[in-house]
């Protein structure tokens, strides 16, 4: 008798699995289902840092506000220079920064004047002090060096009155702040912050606290989503731990998608016997995609419920971090600025032979540091399984190997994108 064919379903195994789309697809796809946010509020500047703009910024004010002396030394008429040896100056006032000389000054005078200090009427050049020579009777002697307008801020130079400084939708860093802080700007008009809901689903987790019994993990996916999302500049809404349970996973699918512009949970993507995810999703919204080519994070599933955008992150430590920091963080930051950001991307000699699978998006956790010569090198950060969070602590950047990459030998520069500035 014939023995019946063996036949093995689709799995995370195979290169491409069967509806699975590309990295690529699913940033795009994520980006049509977002409408930018369009609320506001108004907030003190200084709590401005890591806010966006909900409106273009106009100054109202010329920066500086005055024309100025970018040096300690002395200030005269560009004219009164001499073309060539050395001439005498009488010092007829002193100008330090804040206050104003009512002298005009003529050739053959000058004003002793301080960085900041308003110029004198007549004057357009300054000298400075470590270049002229005091005389005893009180004379400055200058040489022939000097250019005409030298050391001289002038009005509006940094910033002109009614120009646009910075556009809607930008994020706030601290030299902003301080842009706006030198136009009088006390209070902004930012986008409020979106609101992610998140909870964990697994009937093995266990909160910190409790005893671990065989085959229980405390759950650390709340913990990292948090971190990220606080760090994101996210109001958090964190929903705790729902058991692999129909009906509670429904209810808590549906309250966090009225609560919130983005839901995010993690596990129960799968394949196996309690991963609902899907189901829930397909039966209360709309399932844009759950697999992508990409390792780890294949089972990745996004759609949205009611306005909010959903993404069932899996439950792999390693792969929920991974799949925020791909598209979950971009989609929050095209929430607020309407663009998705184009991240910082560097070129590193790999010290490692890496292997992959073509067809797929690999991500592996690695280790950038400088060389001998100060060349970027970058080597894995340890075992790559996905279920291994230390193999992202220990890291610094991701190694990022494209569809098209089938193996890295050592020497070979690829792509890595650092989380950390510090090496
Ligand atoms: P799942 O996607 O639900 O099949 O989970 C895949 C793996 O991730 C399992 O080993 C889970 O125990 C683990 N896991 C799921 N959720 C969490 C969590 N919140 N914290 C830590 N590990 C988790
Ligand atoms: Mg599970």
Redesign the pocket.
Same mark, same amino acid.
């Given at each position: 008798m014939k023995e019946p064919e063996f036949e093995v379903q689709p799995s995370c195994a195979d290169v491409t699995v069967h509806n699975s789309i590309s990295v690529a697809e699913a940033r795009s796809a994520i980006q049509n289902q977002i409408t930018p946010l369009r609320d506001q509020e108004t907030v003190a500047i200084r709590s401005a840092l890591g806010r966006y703009l909900a409106c273009d910024c106009q100054s109202r004010l010329d920066v500086p506000s005055h024309t100025n002396s970018a040096m300690d030394g002395y200030a005269l008429l560009g004219r009164d220079l001499p073309s060539e040896g050395v001439k005498s100056y009488e010092v007829i006032d002193t100008v330090t920064a804040g206050n104003i000389s009512r002298k005009t000054v003529k050739a053959g005078q000058c004003v002793r004047i301080m960085t900041g200090g308003s110029m004198p009427a007549g004057t357009d050049t300054v000298v400075m002090q470590e270049q002229v020579q005091v005389m005893d009777d009180g004379l400055v002697r200058i040489d022939d060096r000097h250019r005409v307008g030298q050391n001289v801020r002038h009005i509006g130079e940094d910033i002109a009155r009614d120009s646009v400084v910075f556009n809607e939708g930008r994020k706030l860093s601290a030299a902003d702040v301080g842009v706006l802080a030198s136009l009088g700007v006390a209070e902004l008009r930012v986008k409020r912050r979106p609101r992610v809901a998140f909870f *964990?689903? !697994?009937d093995?987790?266990r909160s910190m606290g409790d005893q671990l019994e065989e085959g229980q993990?405390?759950?650390?996916?709340?913990y990292t989503l948090y971190s990220m999302l606080t760090t994101a500049g996210a109001e958090v809404l964190d929903m705790g731990?729902i058991k692999d349970d129909k009906e509670a996973l429904e209810e808590a699918f549906d309250s966090a998608s009225k609560m919130a512009d983005v839901v995010i949970t *993690?596990? !129960?993507?799968?394949v196996?016997e309690?991963?609902y995810t899907k189901e829930i999703l397909e039966r209360l919204g709309k399932m844009d995609f759950w697999s992508l080519a990409m390792k780890p994070g294949r089972?990745l599933t996004f759609g949205k419920i009611g306005n909010a955008l959903f993404f069932g992150l899996?439950?792999?430590?390693v792969a929920v971090m991974l799949t925020y920091m791909q598209f979950v963080e971009p989609a929050l930051r095209y929430f607020s600025s309407g663009e998705w950001p184009k991240l910082l991307l560097l070129k590193a000699r790999s010290e490692a032979k890496l292997k992959k699978k073509p067809g797929r998006f690999e991500y592996v956790r690695g280790i950038l540091s400088y060389d001998d010569e100060g060349d970027l090198t970058v080597r894995p950060s340890g075992t790559q399984g996905s279920?291994v969070l230390t193999s992202m602590s220990r890291s610094n950047c991701l190694v990022l190997l494209n569809e098209e990459i089938n193996v890295v030998e050592p020497g070979d520069t690829v792509t890595v994108q650092p989380y950390d500035v510090v090496l």
């Open positions: *964990s689903t !697994g093995e987790l993990v405390y759950d650390s996916n709340r731990v *993690s596990g !129960g993507v799968s196996g309690a991963d089972p899996p439950g792999n430590p279920g």
